[in-house]
């Protein structure tokens, strides 16, 4: 199993920017929970951070045939990419959105997410423990997605 994290815009700034809002841990803090709970479980994590869109749109497409699901905070783009909302669909991966904070809490223009329809899930005001829920999630997610398809091919073979 591969869950690749993908982290947006100024998320290389945690522990520094707005604290009060976003905590005080880093981001590699943050991953290096993510990836503790991934060896304790025998997952395959991957981690990635850019400021910039495309970046973040390549990183998605990368993640076709490669990735089992995609863990995916991107910041600030969540309220203005069109473009990453499109790359989720074009991959068709299991995809969980994290935020920090509670954007639905917060101004009036982050209450738009135009990337959470492309998500199965979207986690929401947990601060950083928000992560370990999507790994949490993510992991049950692919699961049942592997077992379905298990049964499938069952029956058919039945057929
Ligand atoms: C955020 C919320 C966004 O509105 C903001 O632009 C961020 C972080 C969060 O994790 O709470 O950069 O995605």
């Not at 920017?17 to 929970?33: D, T």
């Not at 074009?90 to 982050?110: D, G, K, M, T, W």
């Amino acid at each position: 199993m591969k869950i690749a994290v993908i982290q947006g815009p100024n998320l290389n700034m945690l522990g520094i920017r707005e604290q009060h809002i976003y905590g005080a841990m880093k981001l590699e803090q943050i991953h290096q929970q993510m990836r503790e709970f991934a060896e304790a479980n025998k997952i395959e994590v991957e981690f990635f951070q850019s400021n910039l869109e495309g970046e973040i749109v390549d990183r998605i497409q990368e993640c076709y045939g490669d990735a089992d699901g995609i863990i995916i905070n991107p910041a600030a783009y969540s309220h203005t990419s069109i473009a990453i909302r499109d790359a989720l669909v074009a991959v068709s991966l299991p995809a969980i959105e994290v935020h920090i904070s509670n954007i639905h809490r917060r101004e009036e223009f982050r209450q738009r997410d135009l990337v959470a329809p492309a998500c199965a899930s979207s986690i929401t005001g947990f601060g950083p423990f928000g992560y370990h829920l999507a790994m949490l999630g993510m992991t049950q997610m692919i699961t049942d997605i592997a077992n379905a398809k298990k049964a499938q091919e069952q029956q058919q073979q039945q057929q």
